[in-house]
């Protein structure tokens, strides 16, 4: 073969391993993104991400967020500190997973690990008279009718998740 048919061909399979590990590593991108994470339990001695309280040690609602790229998980002792923490415009576009207590599910002084749900698509009740880690909280449901009935005997109004912003944080008090 001559030299210049060899160098081609050289050429040729370099180019081909290098799209082959470029098409793996966004394989790999691709999966690393889609895998599904997961809410961990609140131990004993967790401090929220935001404040440095012992998140154990609070009654109502928390919060647990991934951030993309982050292997870590944040956990937050209420869903006001969640919500402060995630709508910062440093943090908003890095939230991969983020999930709060159904507390339809919990009860409010002490909420369990196997209450939480996607924060998303859950329903809040802002304004209610139960207080949470912080003071006044966003009471998270995973449905609407539970939310409606929290909000009937506790006072406050329904919220999505797509409607909560720092004006509404900012407007509960202390």
Same mark, same amino acid.
Request: overall charge neutral.
């Given at each position: 073969?001559p030299?210049?048919?060899?160098?081609?061909?050289?050429?040729?399979?370099l180019l081909?391993?290098?799209? $082959?590990?470029?098409?793996?590593?966004?394989? =790999? !991108?691709?999966? +690393? #993104?889609a895998? @599904?994470?997961r809410?961990?339990?609140?131990?004993s001695?967790?401090?929220?991400?935001?404040?440095?309280?012992?998140?154990?040690?609070?009654?109502?609602?928390?919060?647990?967020?991934?951030?993309?790229?982050g292997?870590?998980?944040?956990?937050?002792?209420?869903?006001?500190?969640?919500?402060?923490?995630?709508?910062?415009?440093e943090?908003?576009?890095?939230i991969?997973q983020?999930?709060?207590?159904?507390?339809?599910? $919990?009860?409010?002084?002490?909420?369990?690990? =196997? !209450?939480?749900? +996607? #924060?998303?698509? @859950?329903?809040?009740?802002?304004?209610?008279?139960r207080?949470?880690?912080?003071?006044?909280?966003?009471?998270?449901?995973?449905?609407?009718?539970?939310?409606?009935a929290?909000?009937?005997?506790?006072?406050?109004?329904?919220?999505?998740?797509?409607?909560?912003?720092?004006?509404?944080?900012?407007?509960?008090?202390?």
């Amino acid at each position: 073969m001559p030299r210049f048919a060899q160098r081609n061909a050289r050429i040729a399979l370099l180019l081909a391993l290098t799209l $082959a590990l470029a098409l793996a590593g966004c394989n =790999d !991108a691709t999966t +690393d #993104a889609a895998v @599904a994470r997961r809410a961990m339990a609140i131990e004993s001695a967790d401090e929220c991400h935001l404040c440095g309280m012992i998140i154990a040690n609070f009654p109502g609602p928390k919060g647990q967020l991934y951030e993309q790229g982050g292997p870590q998980n944040h956990k937050f002792c209420s869903t006001r500190d969640l919500f402060a923490y995630l709508l910062d415009p440093e943090h908003r576009h890095r939230i991969q997973q983020v999930w709060v207590h159904d507390m339809a599910r $919990a009860p409010w002084e002490h909420p369990g690990d =196997d !209450a939480y749900i +996607d #924060a998303r698509q @859950a329903w809040y009740v802002v304004g209610s008279r139960r207080k949470g880690g912080m003071g006044p909280t966003l009471a998270s449901f995973a449905q609407q009718a539970d939310a409606d009935a929290f909000a009937r005997q506790y006072g406050g109004r329904l919220y999505r998740f797509q409607q909560i912003d720092l004006a509404l944080l900012s407007s509960m008090g202390f």
